[in-house]
């Protein structure tokens, strides 16, 4: 009688405060206020600093001008859609972008702290990456500017965060939304086109083994197949537009050659050491290298994007069939300046150590997670898959950006793993067991 007084005594003490706090909103607050930081940082740069045109494709688009034909064939339509917006409701101020941004980032860190939350039965392991996404130098760095990387990131994390969601529960709502994801994420930047393709794959085979093991989880085909129906609905638009303007099928932009010459330069011994800035020498000698080539067809470099895109694509077959040793070795280079090659010695110290650790980190909380039967593949794969496809292309420091929150999500788990064993604090682990349980399989008795 004791035992099970006692027993029913435990289930029922009122839960400590500190337990109820409202960790995703003080995750978000945190996101938001170090993004409000930058911002005031940022006040002591140009404002109007426009390496990209984002701000004058905005600024043409707010005065109802629509988009200028050249700046915007190599890049996304939904950045400088969003600026316009913005300048067409409140003027135009720089500022609030940057304000808008630091909103996406204190939601990037709310999306990492929920997949935290979702995928290991630890509140502390969620909370810890939530707040490494919060405080990362890297995603920190485009909160206060012009470019698209904070909008890439919140719309990368969030198709992340949508998969996570589809596997626990494989609905049609859930496809169409994984593909919306995407499909926005796409117009700001093409990089995510292949992966919900990636993402079903991996998906179909974790469940065909389940089905080896009689876990009996059906492979969702209905949801799958609308996940690409609602993407494809996302950027058709724009590709219907791109037929009509250049003549051609171009799905979201141009830029594929560019980037592969540029790789071939900017992977030069002298700019991986970074014993030279890459963003000045590497740079200006692709420059260099791209009006000779414009010449040379008897043409001017830039005059047209897609006559250079043309010109640019028989110059990159060229050199990769000529030279398909130094093409593997730059996508070998590649594979490692993803993760720090940035404009400056210091910035890429600073970019490469916080992604060593991250993925030190994010080592120790796969292996634990491994053991305890937690799929976290979810959240890793799109890390491999963009570091793999820009090896191929171009492969810099800033371009690890969007996936960092995903290494992120795994390595809080592997600090919580580490704090556990040295007996630091609570994990909070069996607390929320019983309320997560992790299913072997999705879908599984479905």
């Known amino acids: 009688m004791t035992s099970s007084a006692s027993s029913v005594a435990s289930t029922t003490l009122p839960v400590p405060a500190a337990r109820r706090?409202?960790?995703?909103?003080?995750?978000?607050?945190?996101?938001?206020?170090?993004?409000?930081?930058?911002?005031?940082?940022?006040?002591?740069?140009?404002?109007a600093d426009d390496p990209y045109l984002y701000g004058f494709i905005g600024q043409s688009l707010a005065n109802g001008d629509g988009f200028p034909h050249q700046p915007i064939q190599r890049r996304g339509p939904l950045y400088p859609l969003l600026?316009?917006?913005?300048?067409?409701?409140?003027?135009?101020?720089?500022?609030i972008v940057h304000?808008?941004?630091?909103?996406?980032?204190?939601?990037t860190a709310w999306l990492v702290y929920d997949m935290g939350r979702r995928l290991f039965a630890s509140q502390r392991a969620a909370i810890i990456a939530g707040v490494a996404c919060a405080l990362n130098p890297l995603l920190l760095r485009y909160v206060a500017t012009l470019h698209c990387e904070a909008f890439l990131i919140f719309l990368f994390t969030l198709m992340v965060w949508q998969t996570v969601r589809f596997r626990e529960r494989p609905t049609v709502l859930n496809g169409v939304l994984v593909g919306a994801a995407a499909g926005l994420t796409c117009l700001v930047k093409a990089v995510a086109l292949v992966y919900p393709a990636v993402f079903a794959a991996l998906l179909a085979l974790e469940l065909f083994r389940a089905n080896r093991q009689r876990a009996l989880a059906a492979i969702p085909w209905v949801p799958l197949a609308l996940m690409f129906v609602s993407m494809a609905a996302v950027i058709s638009p724009w590709t219907i537009r791109n037929y009509k303007v250049l003549g051609h099928f171009v799905p979201v932009s141009t830029g594929t050659s560019d980037a592969v010459l540029r790789?071939?330069?900017?992977s030069r011994t002298e700019f991986i050491t970074l014993r030279e800035p890459p963003y000045t020498g590497a740079e200006n000698d692709s420059n260099d290298l791209f009006k000779a080539l414009a010449k040379e067809a008897g043409t001017?470099?830039?005059?047209?994007?897609?006559?250079?895109?043309?010109?640019?694509?028989?110059?990159?077959k060229k050199k990769v069939l000529a030279e398909p040793g130094a093409f593997v070795r730059k996508t070998v280079v590649g594979v490692f300046t993803f993760w720090y090659q940035m404009t400056s010695l210091k910035n890429s110290l600073v970019v490469g150590v916080s992604a060593l650790f991250a993925w030190v980190f994010a080592i120790i909380g796969w292996r634990r997670a491994r053991g305890e039967g937690r799929k976290v593949w979810m959240v890793l794969a799109p890390a491999l898959y963009l570091n793999i496809l820009l090896a191929l292309l171009l492969a810099l420091g800033r371009y690890s950006a969007p996936v960092v929150p995903g290494v992120l999500v795994v390595a809080g788990y592997g600090v919580d793993t580490l704090l556990s064993r040295f007996g630091i604090g609570r994990s909070g682990a069996a607390a929320l067991r019983n309320r997560q349980p992790q299913p072997s399989a999705p879908g599984a008795g479905a």
Do not use: C
């Not at 996101?31 to 005031?40: F, H, I, K, Q, Y």
């Open 263 to 266: 790789s071939f330069i900017f």
């Open 83 to 95: 600026i316009g917006l913005l300048y067409l409701i409140f003027g135009v101020h720089v500022w």
């Open 21 to 47: 706090l409202p960790w995703g909103l003080i995750v978000f607050g945190l996101g938001l206020s170090t993004g409000l930081a930058m911002m005031l940082v940022g006040l002591r740069v140009d404002a």
């Open 300 to 316: 001017e470099w830039q005059k047209d994007e897609w006559e250079t895109e043309q010109i640019l694509n028989k110059a990159a």
């Open 99 to 107: 304000l808008a941004q630091a909103v996406m980032f204190g939601a």
